[in-house]
């Protein structure tokens, strides 16, 4: 939905709701999301969906991003989640058609599903 909003939302809403969530999603779900980024592109390219260029270069900036840190995802506030900060960056450095492929077939309900079982499984262990 954010997609067809043409204007960044107002600075209330940044500070109040978006920033406080995504601090979260960095501090607890940033390495869980990559692994699940990893796998899904591993998936992509074992089906034939995307090919396999593509995945290695998805992957390599995958590696890249968790070996430099959130830090550099520039979160400004301007959108919604790591998931999508995450998709920005990977567009950025590999041109959009290519980073952009990295969502094919899942949502972000999926990631944050997942991500947060992860978080808890090791919360509880």
Request: glycine share 8%; hydrophobic share 35%; net charge neutral.
């Amino acid at each position: 939905m954010r997609e067809r909003v043409k204007r960044p939302p107002s600075p209330m809403m940044t500070e109040s709701f978006w920033k406080p969530k995504t601090d979260s999603a960095v501090d607890h779900r940033f390495s869980h999301e990559l692994w699940i980024h990893l796998v899904h592109v591993h998936m992509l390219e074992k089906q034939g969906i995307v090919s396999s260029a593509h995945c290695a270069d998805i992957s390599a900036v995958i590696a890249e991003l968790e070996g430099l840190g959130a830090g550099v995802l520039e979160i400004d506030g301007t959108i919604e989640d790591l998931y999508s900060y995450t998709e920005r960056y990977l567009a950025r450095r590999l041109g959009p058609d290519v980073g952009g492929r990295l969502h094919t077939g899942r949502s972000r309900n999926d990631l944050g599903a997942t991500s947060g079982r992860m978080v808890l499984r090791e919360t509880m262990l």
